[in-house]
């Protein structure tokens, strides 16, 4: 998918998961040093960097409805669901 889609990835690794990203990063070789790969575990702050990273043309995520809504909507401290925070396509799969 990403030689078709002409695009690159990278995967943020939950810490819990964390554990796998040497396996993956075996298994993922051949992404990985074409550049269009790369995994990497980073803090909720250099995350929103990435997210919201000019270069980021669209994001994918797995994890809670919670994580889910802060990267869409943003801190919803006194504002409304009316207008995402988040300018470009998303797509999710959520857990619980």
Not at 80 to 89: C, G, H
Request: with cysteine; aromatic share 6%.
């Amino acid at each position: 998918m990403l030689y078709d889609w002409d695009c690159c990835c990278i995967l943020k690794m939950h810490p819990v998961r964390s554990y796998a990203k040497a396996a993956l990063e075996i298994i993922l070789s051949e992404y990985i040093e074409k550049g269009f790969l790369r995994i990497m575990e980073c803090a909720v702050e250099e995350a929103k960097s990435l997210i919201n990273d000019e270069r980021i043309s669209r994001v994918h995520m797995t994890g809670g409805k919670g994580t889910h809504d802060a990267i869409v909507w943003g801190d919803l401290q006194g504002e409304s669901r009316l207008t995402p925070k988040l300018n470009k396509p998303m797509t999710s799969e959520l857990g619980c």
